[in-house]
């Protein structure tokens, strides 16, 4: 501890400020937060310069940028030399790594372990470089950037302006159940509770802890705030499913009457309508045996007629027979002799 605080208190003046991180979105932010205060971007890196960004772990490589505090003079045509260049390396708060990780359901170890390797990479970087490197808790710090600003003036011998800084909020809200068991778990590790107290002794934490008890215990209180206004809501909200049920239940009842009232009309249509089959049916019975004795009786008259005509026939020829007989009778002399007697006998008939 005592060679930690020996390095906090020699830093020299750095001509350039390399950023890197574990988080692409913390180095954008403090990144945003000193141009703010008057650095500049710097975009000439030199060889040796390169070589201090090969030291950095592969998941801080992959998040970085170069800036030049304000009041230093232009980088030499070659580049950037590395020792004029002093890296700030951003952490994600162990507390809330472990947390996120065990909300995407890593196991506790897994996600424990997984924290070790990074920070002892970071730490081991961190004795190499000693002096030329400071790290940054990158929740605490930017959320409370007025006090990051005045502590790097002090410790780096800079002239940042931290007039223009604002708090933000954390990138993004953590399960306060998930922090604790984070909390709980990195405490009953031996290994972790070293890394922790080193990271923690060679870091600059300005402001709180990003998740402290206190926040965790306002954010239930928070929660059982909305709970209740929730709960108030809720409350209303089933007096009027109440009021809309007895509706439904009366419009039901309404319903279910007039199926019940459409069901006996339509029982009795069908009633009707069997009925009404049955006399058709009778109907039909009863013509078809009209037709069939009406037919019956055309067929007996019309042998009759044939009969009565056939019978006419030989009635006519007869007569003709007979009127032909007739006359030849009267053609004869003895009836043309005989015509005076026939005179004298009708006239005595008639008187």
Same mark, same amino acid.
């Given at each position: 501890?005592?060679?930690?605080?020996?390095?906090?208190?020699?830093?020299?003046?750095?001509?350039?400020?390399?950023?890197?991180?574990?988080?692409?979105?913390?180095?954008?932010?403090?990144?945003?937060?000193?141009?703010?205060?008057?650095?500049?971007?710097?975009?000439? #890196?030199?060889?040796?310069?390169?070589?201090?960004?090969?030291?950095?772990?592969?998941?801080?490589?992959?998040?970085?940028?170069?800036?030049?505090?304000?009041?230093?003079?232009?980088?030499?045509?070659?580049?950037?030399?590395?020792?004029?260049?002093?890296?700030?390396?951003?952490?994600?708060?162990?507390?809330?790594?472990?947390?996120?990780?065990?909300?995407?359901?890593?196991?506790?170890?897994?996600?424990?372990?997984?924290?070790? =390797?990074?920070?002892?990479?970071?730490?081991? %970087?961190?004795?190499?470089?000693?002096?030329?490197?400071?790290?940054?808790?990158?929740?605490?710090?930017?959320?409370?950037?007025?006090?990051?600003?005045?502590?790097?003036?002090?410790?780096?011998?800079?002239? #940042?302006?931290?007039?223009?800084?604002?708090?933000?909020?954390?990138?993004? =809200?953590?399960?306060?159940?998930?922090? %604790?068991?984070?909390?709980?778990?990195?405490?009953?590790?031996?290994?972790?509770?070293?890394?922790?107290?080193?990271?923690?002794?060679?870091?600059?934490?300005?402001?709180?802890?990003?998740?402290?008890?206190?926040?965790?215990?306002?954010?239930?209180?928070?929660?059982?705030?909305?709970?209740?206004?929730?709960?108030?809501?809720?409350?209303?909200?089933?007096?009027?499913?109440?009021?809309?049920?007895?509706?439904?239940? =009366?419009?039901?009842?309404?319903?279910?009457?007039?199926?019940?009232?459409?069901?006996?009309?339509?029982?009795?249509?069908?009633?009707?309508?069997?009925?009404?089959?049955?006399?058709?049916?009778?109907?039909?019975?009863?013509?078809?045996?009209?037709?069939? =004795?009406?037919?019956?009786?055309?067929?007996?008259?019309?042998?009759?007629?044939?009969?009565?005509?056939?019978?006419?026939?030989?009635?006519?020829?007869?007569?003709?027979?007979?009127?032909?007989?007739?006359?030849?009778?009267?053609?004869?002399?003895?009836?043309?002799?005989?015509?005076?007697?026939?005179?004298?006998?009708?006239?005595?008939?008639?008187?």
């Amino acid at each position: 501890m005592e060679e930690i605080e020996a390095i906090n208190r020699t830093h020299t003046k750095p001509a350039h400020l390399l950023l890197a991180g574990d988080s692409k979105a913390s180095v954008d932010g403090l990144e945003s937060l000193l141009l703010k205060a008057g650095a500049s971007r710097s975009e000439n #890196l030199g060889k040796n310069c390169q070589e201090v960004l090969d030291e950095i772990p592969g998941f801080g490589r992959r998040s970085f940028c170069m800036l030049k505090p304000p009041e230093q003079k232009p980088a030499a045509p070659d580049g950037i030399n590395s020792e004029e260049v002093h890296l700030l390396f951003l952490y994600k708060d162990p507390s809330k790594f472990i947390a996120d990780r065990i909300a995407v359901e890593i196991t506790i170890e897994t996600a424990l372990r997984d924290w070790l =390797e990074r920070t002892s990479e970071v730490l081991a %970087l961190t004795r190499r470089k000693g002096s030329s490197m400071t790290l940054l808790n990158a929740d605490s710090a930017l959320n409370a950037p007025v006090e990051l600003i005045r502590e790097l003036n002090l410790r780096l011998s800079l002239q #940042l302006n931290s007039a223009g800084s604002h708090s933000r909020q954390s990138e993004s =809200e953590i399960d306060s159940i998930s922090w %604790l068991v984070a909390r709980y778990a990195i405490q009953q590790n031996q290994a972790a509770r070293l890394a922790l107290s080193e990271l923690e002794a060679r870091s600059i934490s300005p402001g709180t802890d990003a998740s402290p008890v206190s926040q965790v215990i306002e954010s239930y209180r928070n929660s059982a705030r909305a709970n209740k206004e929730e709960l108030v809501h809720l409350e209303k909200e089933k007096e009027l499913l109440a009021l809309q049920v007895k509706q439904l239940r =009366e419009e039901l009842k309404m319903t279910f009457d007039a199926k019940q009232d459409a069901e006996s009309t339509n029982q009795q249509f069908a009633k009707d309508i069997d009925q009404l089959r049955n006399n058709l049916h009778s109907v039909e019975s009863e013509l078809n045996q009209t037709r069939r =004795e009406a037919e019956s009786k055309v067929v007996h008259m019309a042998r009759e007629i044939e009969q009565l005509k056939s019978d006419l026939r030989w009635t006519s020829i007869q007569l003709k027979d007979r009127e032909s007989n007739l006359e030849n009778i009267s053609r004869t002399l003895s009836w043309r002799m005989t015509a005076p007697l026939r005179w004298t006998l009708d006239l005595f008939s008639k008187n």
